[in-house]
């Protein structure tokens, strides 16, 4: 297998789509560090790593906190002997009219999903060339990553902004063998959607489901987005076929916006 014995720390591998990725990178022969808030959801994603057959560890960090974020790398690298993948894929939703969006809900999201990635991608780079090695960068956008959404304003623009991260690093670390990508998904069925549909039915009087309904409606491929669908990408990101690939934020969307 192509990243057989490589190591990839994955940040908000407690569920969802964090989760999908973890599993298939360990499928695919990787050893896994699995990052998030909840130890008790960790030890479930590590006891199905074990069961794939690959070591894995788990560490406590907010994503938000440049600390944290390199003290997880550190504990990935000293726990499982290398450090060659990180996914910044920890992230938050915010369902708000522009109108109503506090300076509070702003400053969180932008922390986490943005400040969050900038933390990741240095720490990271800056483990690779301690180890004098190549390494791969996998950051999370979205669909909102290249379309602004109603009452998704905000989120969009963290999600641009992971866009605009990914080609500057891409750029900043191309001479250290360092490549930078974005993974780029639509409407996937984990707690963010339903959480999403949630908020949009209390702030819009829409039904419950029928926000995640419309968007799903609007799929080319006619069915929502799961994990798995998601991390064949980044597996791929993850391995050498896409050696050759950086800077690039790809959708991966059943077809719901063209770009
Ligand atoms: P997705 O659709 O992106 O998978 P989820 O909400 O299901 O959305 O999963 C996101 C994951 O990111 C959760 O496990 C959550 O605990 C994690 N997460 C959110 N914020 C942070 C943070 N600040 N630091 C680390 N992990 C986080």
């Known amino acids: 297998m192509s990243i057989t014995g490589k190591v990839a720390l994955v940040t908000g591998a407690g ?4 989760r999908g990725i973890a599993l298939r990178l360990a499928h695919d022969g990787a050893d896994i560090a699995l990052v998030d808030l909840d130890q008790t959801k960790l030890d479930a994603v590590a006891n199905k790593i074990r069961e794939i057959g690959r070591r894995t560890t788990t560490f406590i960090a907010d ?3 440049r600390d944290q974020v390199q003290a997880s790398i550190e504990h990935a690298h000293s726990t499982l002997g290398g450090f060659d993948i990180i996914v910044n894929n920890a992230g938050i939703a915010l369902v708000g009219a522009l109108s109503d969006v506090t300076p509070e809900e702003v400053s969180k999201i932008w922390s986490v999903n943005v400040d969050g990635v900038v933390w990741g991608i240095q720490a990271a780079a800056a483990k690779f060339k301690e180890l004098g090695q190549r390494g791969k960068i996998i950051n999370a956008s979205s669909i909102a990553g290249h379309d602004g959404f109603a009452m998704l304003g905000v989120y969009s623009a963290t999600k641009f902004a992971v866009r605009a991260l990914t080609q500057a690093a891409a750029k900043e670390y191309a001479s250290d063998g360092i490549t930078v990508n974005a993974y780029c998904p639509g409407v996937v069925g984990t707690d963010m959607w ?10 819009t009087g829409a039904p419950e ?3 995640y309904e419309k968007f799903v409606g609007g799929i080319a491929l006619g069915r929502a987005e799961t994990p798995d669908d998601v991390a064949g990408f980044v ?3 993850a391995g050498p076929d896409s050696d050759y690939m950086t800077g690039q934020a790809g959708l991966i969307d059943g077809g719901l916006v063209y770009r």
Do not use: C, H, N
């Open 15 to 18: 569920q969802g789509i964090g």
């Open 63 to 65: 994503v938000s906190d």
């Open 194 to 203: 339903v959480t999403i549909d949630k908020r949009f039915s209390e702030l």
């Open 209 to 211: 489901g029928a926000t």
């Open 235 to 237: 597996s791929y990101l």
